[in-house]
């Protein structure tokens, strides 16, 4: 069973009346999304309609147009370089492609945060042991001397997640994450992405297309459409809701 997730403590993610474009392009057009501790939130769109954008824009990756953002207390538009890096450290960002660093063995790969922010884990900086339990939640402890070209389509995505969770992050955005993968290996990553939330008690905000990662993954499902949030509610209730916008998802 997930966490018990408490709806009437403050959210950790608040998006209010968010604009993002890029030149006449109008991407987000007033997109309201809150996110609470311990709880997964899948969002779903239609290509090129502004997930990916999303995402981006909470990492401050790109930078809002007009509204609100507010991520673990801190209104982004609002920190300076070094606090946005010092935020990114509790923010764990899974990228559609896995972005490993083809150059460096599996070790090396979740060896480089932490050589990165060593203060972040204070007195638990133990790189050994931490690689160790990172490999060991993804069940891949045996491939830490790999390269990543050694590596299926769904080992690097479990290997990008160890590298995710390394720094022990309270939220984790993930793009697309079963992205090029055959429906078994998909499924394998959903369950993953489940027993990370149970395990660590992370809030994740899940960017995907894949109606089954929705279905497996999302304690809430929000349907992005014309650059706002069209409506939200559980999976299986938007699962039999007639309005065309929403049933085209289902259908």
């Given amino acids: 069973m997930p966490p018990t997730i408490d709806y009437s403590a403050p959210p950790i993610i608040q998006i209010k009346n968010l604009f993002k474009s890029f030149g006449s392009n109008q991407v987000l057009t007033g997109f309201n999304l809150s996110l609470w501790q311990g709880e997964n939130t899948a969002v779903m769109g239609k290509s090129g309609s502004g997930k990916s954008v999303l995402i981006k824009c909470i990492i401050g990756l790109v930078n809002i147009d007009q ?14 370089q070094k606090q946005l890096d010092v935020l990114r450290c509790d923010i764990g960002f899974q990228f559609q492609g896995s972005a490993l660093y083809d150059s460096m063995t599996v070790r090396e790969n979740l060896e480089f945060p932490l050589r990165r922010h ?3 884990l204070g007195e638990d900086y133990n790189p050994d042991r931490l690689v160790k339990e990172a490999l060991e939640d993804v069940g891949l402890l045996y491939a830490k001397d790999m390269m990543p070209s050694e590596l299926s389509g769904g080992m690097r995505k479990r290997i990008a997640l160890a590298r995710t969770l390394i720094l022990r992050p309270k939220i984790i955005l993930y793009d697309e994450p079963t992205s090029g ?26 960017i995907t297309h894949d ?15 014309e650059g706002k949030n069209y409506t939200e509610d559980t999976f299986d209730r938007l699962a039999v809701n007639d309005d065309p916008p929403v049933k085209a998802f289902f259908t």
């Avoid at 207390?73 to 920190?79: A, E, F, K, Q, V």
């Avoid at 959903?190 to 905000?205: M, P, V, W």
């Fill in 211 to 225: 109606l089954a990662c929705a279905r497996i993954t999302s304690n809430r499902m929000v349907i992005l459409h």
């Fill in 67 to 80: 509204g609100s953002l507010h991520v673990l207390g801190h209104n982004l538009p609002d920190l300076t």
């Fill in 118 to 120: 060593p203060e972040k």
């Fill in 181 to 206: 993968l055959d429906p078994i290996t998909g499924k394998e990553i959903c369950l993953l992405i489940n027993e990370i939330q149970k395990r660590y008690n992370t809030a994740s905000i899940i």
